[in-house]
T-cell receptor, first 116, second 108 residues
């Protein structure tokens, strides 16, 4: 069964440093997403990406965040200057046609980011 | 956007018991999914079920789209079923919205 792959699985970074979280979506999927889950809380939407541009973003996705699809396979989330409150599990997801396509979203295993 | 509510927030059961988890959503949806978050934090997709009923082993799910709710049934619970169960829904190209989850604890 196709998978969404995320790397690294864990990352510890110092406050103020830049981090890049990487994702390889399922190859024939067209819609890509990042979600975040602070420990013990619900999973929150950050951003969706389609046709090489952001299609929707939440209020959490401020100027310190950016996304990129640098090649035909990778999808990255960059946090420019990390804060303590950015510590969370970050999930990448992909979907074939958006929603309602009969398959839903496929999520990666997540990257646990700890900012110290 | 769509609001998703789950109940109960916590559920503690003996091994072997059956359980029913509920998900209510505020608007029409054409995507509804149930996930199990395991102790390592991974989101395991259980069902894609915008309507109707599906079964997979001891788990089954039913969504009644006209009444805006979905139910997840777990029969003969095992300790490995413990974890947080999330329902998530969306319509059209809107983002997938998650509920706050049900934390299930199965006691041996």
């Amino acid at each position: 069964e196709p998978e969404v792959t995320q790397t690294p699985s864990h990352q510890v970074t110092q406050m103020g440093q830049e981090v890049i979280l990487r994702c390889v979506p399922i190859s024939n999927h067209l819609y890509f997403y990042w979600y975040r889950q602070i420990l013990g809380q619900k999973v929150e939407f950050l951003v969706s990406f389609y046709n090489n541009e952001i299609s929707e973003k939440s209020e959490i996705f401020d100027d310190q965040f950016s996304v990129e699809r640098p090649d035909g396979s990778n999808f990255t989330l960059k946090i420019r200057s990390t804060k303590l409150e950015d510590s969370a599990m970050y999930f990448c997801a992909s979907s074939q046609w958006g929603t309602g396509d009969g398959y839903g979203y496929t999520f990666g295993s997540g990257t646990r980011l700890t900012v110290v | 956007g769509i609001q998703v509510e789950q109940s109960p927030p916590d559920l503690i059961l003996q091994e072997g018991a059956n359980s029913t988890l509920r998900c209510n959503f505020s608007d029409s949806v054409n995507n509804l999914q149930w996930f199990h978050q395991n102790p390592w934090g991974q989101l395991i997709n259980l069902f894609y079920i915008p309507s109707g009923t599906k079964q997979n082993g001891r788990l089954s799910a039913t969504t009644v789209a006209t009444e805006r709710y979905s139910l997840l049934y777990i029969s003969s619970s095992q300790t490995t079923d413990s974890g947080v169960y999330f329902c998530a829904a969306s319509f059209g190209n809107e983002k997938l919205t998650f509920g706050t989850g049900t934390r299930l604890t199965i006691i041996p």
